[in-house]
């Protein structure tokens, strides 16, 4: 499965790799910059499934306000959470 990112979002995954399993770190550093601000991670829907289930677990911790509305961070988390959606 081909997953593509922004800079920013791979930039901002890198800064949670303490979240993820070594497979998933792993993953992040064989990813391709395949054009000046994207990259795109080659993995299989096993392994998108996994970063999306840490994403969402972290997003729940992190991504909203005192009133359960979506902060930036949260939203940047929706946005990474779409992509690794099987």
């Given at each position: 499965?081909?997953?593509?990112l922004?800079?920013?979002?791979?930039?901002?995954?890198?800064?949670?790799?303490?979240?993820?399993?070594?497979?998933?770190?792993?993953?992040?550093?064989?990813?391709?910059?395949?054009?000046?601000?994207?990259?795109?991670?080659?993995?299989?829907?096993?392994?998108?499934?996994?970063?999306?289930?840490?994403?969402?677990?972290?997003?729940?911790?992190?991504?909203?306000?005192?009133?359960?509305?979506?902060?930036?961070?949260?939203?940047?988390?929706?946005?990474?959470?779409?992509?690794?959606?099987?």
């Amino acid at each position: 499965m081909d997953i593509h990112l922004k800079a920013r979002q791979f930039e901002y995954l890198r800064s949670l790799a303490t979240l993820f399993p070594d497979t998933l770190v792993r993953a992040l550093e064989e990813a391709r910059k395949v054009t000046p601000g994207t990259y795109c991670l080659f993995i299989p829907r096993e392994m998108a499934k996994e970063f999306g289930d840490s994403l969402t677990y972290y997003q729940a911790r992190v991504g909203f306000d005192s009133e359960y509305k979506l902060t930036d961070e949260g939203r940047m988390l929706e946005d990474l959470i779409d992509r690794f959606r099987i």
